[in-house]
């Protein structure tokens, strides 16, 4: 079965630097989460779409974008990149309405 | 808003073992509880969850959870475990009639199983 596709798995920046993370949701599933868990962190709630339109927002940094397409995949743009930055950045889609989101493999950032 | 506390940052164990790995949730809402598994330089995978119903509820790889709603809590144990459980686990609640994607997390608890 399709699963969520993330793209990079692995991304090396430099400080202040930008960057783009990808991410493909499984087909039919309209909504998209993103999440940053820093090392040894558990997840943290960056951002959601839901039919193109931002539906939620954690503790996304003002520096963070994101926006969801009309095949449905999305993409989050990171600007200024600081060494905090670095963590593993996940997504994860569901159908809107259910209870269960499937987790991509995610993408690692090291900012250095 | 919700709030989870996995009270055992890490817990070694032998294999063979039983094993409980302890979850408390404060929520001012309903909410479902999840547990998720990583394995070192893996995605979260989801081994089990608890909706509605009975309050014990079977995942993947022999484990299982039991929610306590007076005790506000969701204990994840499995009887015998085996190397391969070596990972790291976490303990998610998501609110009902919410986003089902947007989960709360606790701090992650790390089963180390040694031969």
């Known amino acids: ?112 | 808003a919700q709030s989870v506390t996995q009270l055992d940052s890490q817990v070694p164990v032998f294999e063979e073992a039983p094993v409980e790995l302890r979850c408390n949730y404060s929520s001012s809402v309903s909410v479902y509880l999840f547990w998720y598994v990583q394995y070192p330089n893996q995605g979260l995978q989801l081994l089990l969850k608890y909706l509605s119903g009975s309050t014990l509820v079977k995942g993947i790889n022999g484990f299982e959870a039991e929610f306590n709603k007076s005790q506000t809590s969701f204990p994840l144990r499995k009887p015998s475990v085996h190397i391969s459980d070596t990972a790291e686990y976490f303990c998610a609640v998501s609110e009902i009639g919410g986003q089902g994607g947007k989960l709360i997390f606790g701090q992650g608890t790390e089963l180390s199983v040694k031969p």
């Open chain 1, 1 to 112: 079965a399709a699963g969520v596709i993330q793209s990079p798995r692995h991304l090396i920046k430099e400080k202040r630097e930008t960057a783009t993370l990808k991410c493909y949701p499984i087909p039919r599933h309209d909504t998209v989460y993103w999440y940053q868990q820093g090392p040894g962190q558990d997840p943290q709630f960056l951002i959601s779409f839901y039919e193109k339109m931002q539906s939620d927002k954690g503790s996304i940094p003002d520096r963070f974008s994101a926006q969801q397409f009309s095949d449905y995949h999305s993409e989050l743009n990171m600007s200024s990149l600081e060494l905090g930055d670095s963590a593993l950045y996940f997504c994860a889609s569901s159908l809107t309405n259910s209870w269960e989101a499937f987790f991509g493999q995610g993408t690692r950032l090291t900012v250095v």
